[in-house]
């Protein structure tokens, strides 16, 4: 299974900025899809995750109000809109894709099976 990030720039704090993941070799529709991020520095973090159907989303305190996952399983692409821009929202974004948790969609990055290569989103202030 690959994962392919994309979307990733320059921006200014307020604007927006929206990140694809296209997926290939697997059945899109049977995995949880995730973003995380990392910051330099830091450890890798749960950005948002979204269901098998859709239907549910979840969001990191710090993004919450500001992002919005979907995904499209006909396209086998996942996204990120990431509104209201902050400084400190810089990161290496990532998606990733699980394939066996049941239920709610898991904020560890451990559960996680693959990996996309990675999209920096530098903010400025």
């Known amino acids: 299974v690959q994962l392919q990030a994309s979307g990733g720039g320059l921006v200014q704090a307020g604007d927006s900025l929206g990140l694809s993941c296209a997926t290939s070799?697997?059945?899109?529709?049977?995995?949880?899809m995730a973003w995380f991020r990392q910051a330099p520095g830091k450890e890798r973090e749960f950005v948002a995750g979204?269901?098998?159907?859709?239907?549910?989303?979840y969001y990191a305190d710090s993004v919450k109000g500001r992002f919005t996952i979907s995904r499209d399983n006909a396209k086998n692409t996942v996204y990120l809109q990431m509104n209201s821009l902050k400084p400190e929202d810089t990161a290496v974004y990532y998606c990733?894709?699980?394939?066996?948790?049941?239920?709610?969609?898991?904020?560890?990055?451990?559960?996680?099976?693959?990996w996309g290569q990675g999209t920096l989103v530098t903010v400025s202030s």
């Open positions: 990733a894709a699980d394939r066996t948790t049941v239920g709610a969609v898991s904020r560890g990055a451990r559960e996680y099976d693959y």
């Open positions: 979204v269901s098998r159907s859709g239907s549910r989303t």
């Open positions: 070799g697997g059945t899109f529709s049977t995995y949880v």
